[in-house]
């Protein structure tokens, strides 16, 4: 079995547990002791990033050089609502990511980001209950979905604030394989979680 592979898009001040929660998730994933998924993370270049509170990451790649990638995630935090969203040649990458990759996926005001490039025009999409007005708002063309953990439009998946990203990575587990897998997934991260 060819692990799927994953990225994991890093950026200035994004938040801490919307990258690092999916990292950990799709990281640990396995059946039969076999590794399911090959994590990347991609910056705009392989640079130091300064996540929020002053957490230091480098990433694996940058976005010429990276792997090809089956599911791209997008992460959010002030980072993503306040300057990427202003970074053309990120979203200009993201666009082109969309035509490439199996599933898209935002964590928490990463949705921002996939709305300001057009991705999530007539589909349904949820984001941090704190942004969620300005989804709606900003862009009309979204159905804001509120109050729920994550919002699955096949291709393209969409979940709330922070730790949701962690309930919408175990959600493509099971979507992926099946629901054993993501239960014993679970039960070794000691995450509570209804799948």
């Not at 957490?55 to 992460?75: R, S």
């Not at 996939?114 to 900003?138: F, S, V």
């Amino acid at each position: 079995m060819t692990p799927i592979q994953v990225g994991i898009l890093l950026f200035e001040e994004i938040e801490v547990l919307d990258f690092a929660g999916p990292f950990e998730v799709f990281s640990l994933a396995e059946k039969n002791n076999t590794k399911l998924f090959n994590v990347h993370t991609i910056g705009e270049s392989e640079s130091v990033i300064h996540a929020r509170n002053g957490l230091k990451v480098v990433p694996n790649f940058n976005i010429q050089n990276h792997p090809k990638l089956d599911i791209l995630i997008i992460p959010g935090g002030y980072g993503a609502e306040e300057i990427t969203i202003k970074n053309n040649t990120i979203l200009n990458w993201i666009k082109d990511q969309y035509q490439k990759v199996e599933i898209m996926a935002s964590v928490c005001t990463g949705a921002l980001l996939l709305a300001e490039c057009g991705i999530l025009d007539y589909k349904k999409a949820t984001t941090h209950w704190m942004d969620i007005d300005r989804l709606e708002n900003e862009y009309p063309n979204v159905t804001a979905v509120r109050n729920t953990k994550f919002v699955d439009e096949g291709n393209l998946i969409t979940s709330g604030g922070i730790s949701a990203g962690i309930n919408m990575s175990f959600h493509l587990v099971k979507k992926l394989f099946d629901h054993e897998t993501a239960e014993l997934l679970a039960k070794r991260m000691v995450y509570d979680i209804e799948l």
